[in-house]
């Protein structure tokens, strides 16, 4: 029976999700000592969930809004602490309320996709604990009636719940156990557990019931909805908690997940079913399973292509700045969710699931250059320097930005997996349901600046396919962190392992590189600004401009706001002092005057080429096309 | 560690008074905090989205809120709650136990600050990093920066201050009766989009000269008591925090909050908030 489960995606995830639950406590025992700081309460309610979970019948709505909960309190304490002072034991149990909510979410996600998987699992799971029963002696009674049903010819116990086995496990459930006597239990209980057990039932005979071409569009739009929470749930997790160290976990449940979504969905109609010979005693055979498969295997290409991909019918679940996110994301407020009108970009959306496509016929972002500033004082250009010569350039004194012209020939991302289609981009982030942080404003020192987390595919069609007004930019972050489909693109180049002189006072030792991803629509800025690494900036897609000026260039410098300090950023804007781009705030001519003074180096930053950013260089970028660069940074 | 006296017998032993005083409460409930009756056992607890009325006694004094758990004092026995509902966390009860005069006042902030009652003798309050530091047998208090209270309004006197757990919003009550409100605007926009960042005075609905009585701030909502005894109140209703039903998860305007407590024209003694729950009392 086992073996049969490894091809069928959508079967594999819910082995996997059945495991997990009933071994969370086993997976709780990894997590228990970090997680003692959050104090027990929580604790309990976490793992509270994960057993009422493993129940046949739980109650699911009231397991997400508790889960729900426990996110929303561990996310509170994320804004409680200073970033460096917060517990680790915040993280963590934000993560695993995260997993848990997932698998619920699964769960209501497969009932709905092929129901008779969820109701084999109910059926098998069912126990004396969903009957509230207070000995295990009595379990043996509902061992009995189950079996005693799975012997009658036509039982086919996921099927229909409703019959004479619903009625004698109700039974069961009403009288109780008191020094070995019967009796019937108080009123309270038996009728939550009855009003339980049928609220499943008229669930079944609902799903039964939907048929019609109205009732299987809204189910396939609650199937879109649930697909987007989950990859929601998960992306909160690793973008807001860091993964709470379990990055390689959820990495793992969103493969399993992809790969079960890129099934057709069963249609679940019961003549289909009951039309299928059926060997009842094996419930294992599930009927509609043979059929998926089979269907999956044989069904031609075009019509896969559109099962396979449903459009992200509303992805756009938008949380706008960090603080409305509420944890869950689905908690409060009109500001938490946007009410843009969903994105069709199915279109653009290629198959995933079958050999990789010839990305080459795709089309490719605009390389349309609203404004191109002049390059003044170029930056040197060089092919690619030895290590010993680049250790060398590194060791001087006080080491030049220089411009690598082929120092990342053989990245995929710049041939084989285009970064400049959208197409493939959305291929490698689930249809782009994936989440990505984005600035929104043109520069993080405009009056308005602030942070959404949004759908990918919402980010290309609202900042970057189409025109918009506002600026979205997905900076610095680390992205491959969170999508390791597309680390495999990109290589860390060699030159990041060479050992600089100069670390700055307090700056801690890198023990790898450190990337981050800079992805945005032309005319994005990043002000003036220093940063305590040294750079190698990687153009993948579109082109930079980029300004440097030497470390000890008199440079005005911001001071603290709204409590950041912002040293590390010029007080002064170099598009508005050259004219590029209009004032936002006041500006003296004798700021201007000193700025012209200073001297500096510029280039504009070819797709394949590589600037290296000096530690402590001051540094303006701007994005002239529709932009895509990799930072690494190293010490 | 017992905090629950079996105070409900002492209800019974004065059988002719007849006035009893009544605890209305509503939000989150995940640990049965709300649930005084302790014959009552649910595994898993739902919410109560309506004030409801989960306590009667003749004489309730205050509550106190925790996050997990509920305490409900008498004039009784002013030091000792009287009823305890929901789970008390092990730091809690430690400290119950080995300092009953800083567990009677302390209060605990989001990023684990403790702060106590001080000594007669020194004029600020102690404050500790965690309750772990100050159970430690080598606890040493330390000092951080202090609101003072002349800077709210230089011409009132405050005589109630109350604040989010995170400390995102602080409400402060005068003498006079005005409300006065700030926060932090970006983490407070969900539920309270023009959150001035200093001290201002807020107005209950049209009537500007409409008198404050008590305020009390939860996790990220407010009640507000007027001297005329209305509720009014805003933010989140996600738990039923603010009792208006499981639909409405959220009001970023001043709403009228209104239950049973309003109908048989009672006295409204009291608010509390606790994280996402709140609590009315009521005397006849």
Known sequence: MEKEETDDPLRKLIDHGNSFISRYYSHYEESAPILEGCGEPLVELLVRQARLMSMATPDHDLIKRRLDDILSASYNKFYAYLYKDLPPCWRLLYTEAAILKFWVLVFEWARSRQPELIRKRVWDKMEWEDFELNTPARREEVHEIKARFEKQPKGTPSRNLGSAVWHQLMQLSMRTEVGGVHVRRSREVSSRVRERLQEWQRR????????????????????????????????????????????????????????????????????????????????RQDPSLGRTRTTSLTQPPTKRARLSLPPPTNPSSTIDGWLPLNASGELVGPVAISDEPPVNTQQ??????????????????????????????????????????????????????????????????????????????LSRTFSGRRLIPVEIGRSYVDEGWSQKILPFSE????????????????????????????????????????????????????????????????????????????????????????????????????????????????????????????????????????????????????????????????????????????????? | MVFYTGQQLSYIKVPNIIITMSLYATGLNAWSQLDFDTTKKDQQPDDIFTFTCLL????????????????????????????????????????????????????????????????????????????????????????????????????????????????????????????????????????????????????????????????????????????????????????????????TKLVTEWTRLKGEFDHDKKKIKGVWAGERNSFVVVQP
């Not at chain 1, 001519?589 to 930053?605: A, P, S």
């Not at chain 2, 047998?137 to 989010?164: F, G």
């Not at chain 2, 919003?169 to 407070?188: E, I, K, Q």
């Open chain 2, 56 to 247: 009667e006694d003749k004489d309730i004094d205050y509550i106190r809120p925790f996050p997990s758990y509920t305490l409900v004092y008498t004039t009784t026995t002013p030091f000792s709650p009287t009823y305890t509902a929901g789970l008390v966390p092990k730091l809690h009860q430690q400290l119950s136990t080995s300092y009953p005069d800083h567990y009677h006042h302390f209060a605990e902030a989001s990023n684990d600050i403790v702060v106590v009652p001080t000594h007669p003798t020194n004029p600020h309050p102690l404050q500790y990093p965690s309750l772990t530091t100050l159970l430690s047998p080598s606890s040493q208090p330390i000092s951080y920066p202090a609101l003072h209270l002349s800077q709210i309004s230089p011409y009132a006197t405050v005589t109630k201050l109350s604040s989010s757990p995170s400390g995102y919003l602080v409400a402060a009550l005068t003498a006079g009766h005005d409300l006065y409100l700030w926060g932090h605007p970006s983490r407070c926009s969900t539920w309270y989009p023009d959150i001035p960042d200093s001290p201002e005075p807020v107005v209950m609905g049209d009537d500007s000269e409409k008198d404050i009585k008590d305020v009390a701030v939860g996790q990220s909502h407010v009640l507000v008591l007027t001297t005329d005894g209305e509720i009014w109140g805003r933010g989140d209703n996600s738990s039923g925090q603010l009792g208006l039903g499981r639909e």
């Open chain 1, 204 to 283: 079944n005979e609902q799903e039964d019931g939907q048929q019609g071409p109205e009732q299987q569009q809204q189910k396939r739009e609650r199937e879109e909805e649930l697909l987007n929470d989950m990859v929601k749930t998960l992306d909160l997790a690793l973008i807001l908690a860091g993964g709470g160290g379990k990055h390689d976990e959820i990495h793992g449940y969103v493969a399993l997940l992809e790969k079960a979504a890129s099934l057709p969905s069963n249609d679940n109609s019961p003549d289909k079913i009951s039309s299928k010979p059926s060997e009842s005693e094996t419930p």
């Open chain 1, 459 to 635: 980010f290309l069609s609202t900042y970057i396919t189409s025109p918009s007004e506002s600026k979205g930019y997905l900076a610095q972050h680390q992205l491959f962190a969170q999508l390791p489909q597309l680390r495999s693109d990109i290589t860390i180049p060699d030159l990041c392992y060479t050992s600089p002189a100069n670390r700055p006072d307090g700056t801690p030792e890198l023990e790898e590189p450190m990337l981050n991803a800079w992805f945005g629509p032309p005319g994005t800025i990043t002000p003036l600004h220093t940063d305590p690494y040294h750079n190698l900036l990687v153009q993948v897609v579109g082109r930079k401009y980029v300004r440097l000026y030497p470390p000890g260039a008199d440079v005005k410098r911001r001071g603290e706001e709204a409590g950041v300090d912002m040293g590390n950023t010029a007080a002064f804007d170099v598009g508005v002092l050259e004219g590029w781009d209009e004032a936002t705030g006041e500006g003296g001519d004798e700021e201007e005057k000193e700025f012209k003074r200073l001297e500096y180096v510029d280039c504009i930053l070819e797709p394949g080429e590589t600037l290296y950013i000096p530690v402590g260089w001051w540094h303006y970028v701007r994005g002239l096309s529709v932009s895509f660069s990799v930072s690494f940074w190293w010490n």
């Open chain 1, 348 to 425: 653009q959306t290629p198959i995933i699931t079958q050999k990789p496509p010839n990305w080459s016929s795709h089309p490719s972002f605009s390389p349309y250059e609203p404004f191109t500033p002049p390059v003044t004082s170029p930056i040197p250009r060089l092919p690619s320097p030895s290590l010993t010569t680049f250790q060398s350039h590194l060791s001087s004194p006080t080491p030049q930005p220089l411009i690598l012209t082929s120092l990342v020939p053989s990245w995929p991302a710049l041939a084989a997996h285009p970064w400049s289609k959208p197409s493939y981009l």
